[in-house]
């Protein structure tokens, strides 16, 4: 079988000039078979076409219906408990020998994966000392804070490390670029240096 590489090389000779039965016979290929590329212009990879039709009848074709059932009945049961099920009806015996089980798992894995329920989803966070930093504002209504009696409508640009919990907060009056440019002049003063850097600093001295 002709492989990409193969191709490339003859392509190449034939770039540089070298007849087609020369290259051909530097990349140990047949004339005619060398010709039919070039003709094509292109690797095999490209010319492949993709295979849509099964290579042999599905052999869970009859049961499926019963094993979709009780799959919608209890998802959690193991596919290999469903395919020894099969295997000990009477009226399957000797029908699905044990080198069917893995095509069986595939058949059940592909349901669960399609059809079956929604399965959560969850996303490690993995947070490094330094590394990465949060920041959000908040309202500070709720906490009834007045000055000579009288309401002080204000908010706060919250900054936090997300390894430590190290913060700094800012008041500002509203939630704006400016307040979020002051709260973050602020806290990385404080901090003394950016949440990459501190990630550096700590990498060197280790």
Not at 44 to 49: G, L
Not at 106 to 133: E, I, K, S
């Amino acid at each position: 079988m002709i492989k990409d590489g193969r191709v490339r090389q003859l392509f190449r000779w034939l770039g540089m000039g070298t007849t087609l039965a020369s290259a051909a016979r530097k990349t140990n290929m047949d004339e005619k078979t060398a010709r039919k590329y070039r003709q094509a212009g292109q690797l095999p990879s490209e010319r492949a076409t993709p295979r849509w039709w099964r290579t042999r009848s599905d052999p869970f074709e009859e049961v499926w219906s019963l094993v979709e059932k009780l799959l919608q009945g209890d998802s959690s049961l193991e596919a290999v408990t469903l395919f020894r099920w099969l295997q000990d009806r009477p009226e399957h015996q000797g029908k699905f020998p044990d080198s069917q089980r893995r095509t069986f798992e595939r058949r059940v894995r592909d349901w669960r994966a399609t059809q079956g329920p929604n399965q959560p989803v969850m996303f490690a966070q993995v947070h490094y000392p330094g590394d990465l930093a949060a920041s959000d504002f908040t309202h500070m209504d709720s906490l009834g804070v007045t000055i000579s009696g009288q309401p002080l409508a204000h908010m706060a640009f919250h900054f936090t490390l997300t390894y430590s919990n190290w913060e700094a907060i800012t008041l500002c009056p509203s939630e704006s670029f400016e307040a979020l440019s002051e709260g973050l002049q602020n806290a990385l003063w404080e901090l003394g240096e950016s949440p990459g850097d501190t990630a550096a600093t700590a990498s060197r001295q280790r």
